[in-house]
């Protein structure tokens, strides 16, 4: 089964998220007023439903880790990576260094 996946640009998501929340009153349960909205937009109501889910924390309202925070995380752990590799790039300089001046003293 060969499916295709849209890309569906910000400003899309956003709207559709705005109607959930706009619309949310006048049907029993979100997942009513995502399966309403979803096919006006073009999607599933699986996908709607994550984006509603992603705002939701990104407002505070889900007590999760935001987009901005999860990729601030994401780029000190690829950071926190990169040290160990540094510090030994570090380590094998020092001692090259160390022992070129002590040859430089010893042949004075």
Do not use: Y
Request: proline share 4%.
């Amino acid at each position: 089964m060969n499916k295709k996946q849209i890309k569906f640009s910000p400003e899309v998501r956003e709207r559709a998220v705005r109607l959930v929340r706009e619309q949310r009153s006048e049907h029993p349960s979100m997942w009513a007023a995502i399966e309403t909205i979803a096919p006006m937009i073009g999607c599933t109501a699986q996908t709607l439903l994550d984006w509603v889910k992603r705002d939701e924390i990104d407002r505070g309202v889900r007590d999760e880790v935001g987009t901005d925070e999860r990729e601030r995380i994401k780029a000190l752990e690829r950071e926190v990576k990169e040290l160990p590799r540094a510090n030994e790039i570090l380590k094998v300089a020092s001692a090259f260094f160390a022992q070129a001046e002590l040859d430089r003293r010893f042949k004075s």
